[in-house]
């Protein structure tokens, strides 16, 4: 069974930094592409920021130049180091992992979502 677990959210005043880490039970890691994805109340659920499992990373507007995604694989762990942080980034923050199988000549995909953790930025 694949889990999931996030853990370094918590409350930090403005301008502060925290950084987040999820790890992955399994062998998903080493063919997903992992990412981070956030949750205000009353809001969808927004992309953060995602690394692939070659390094390459994506990073929403707000993230860019702030956020920093980082995966250890050997550790089948992804991090977020968040930076200069805002009231507005308060929210839940979920890892997820989108794993990649080929079979035949078909890529098969299934995703997976952490439990979230809390980050709450205060002014």
């Known amino acids: 069974q694949v889990q999931l677990v996030e853990s370094g959210g918590g409350l930090v005043q403005a301008g502060g930094s925290l950084r987040l880490s999820c790890a992955a039970s399994g062998s998903i890691f080493s063919r997903s592409t992992m990412g981070w994805y956030r949750q205000a109340p009353g809001t969808q659920r927004d992309l953060v920021a995602t690394?692939?499992?070659?390094?390459?990373?994506n990073y929403a507007e707000f993230a860019k130049g702030r956020f920093t995604i980082s995966r250890d694989n050997a550790k089948n762990t992804v991090y977020l180091q968040m930076n200069s942080l805002k009231p507005e980034d308060t929210a839940v923050y979920y890892c997820h992992a989108l794993e990649t199988i080929v079979v035949a000549t078909r890529d098969i995909q299934y995703d997976y979502w952490g439990q979230g953790t809390q980050v709450t930025v205060s002014s």
């Open positions: 690394i692939t499992t070659g390094g390459s990373t």
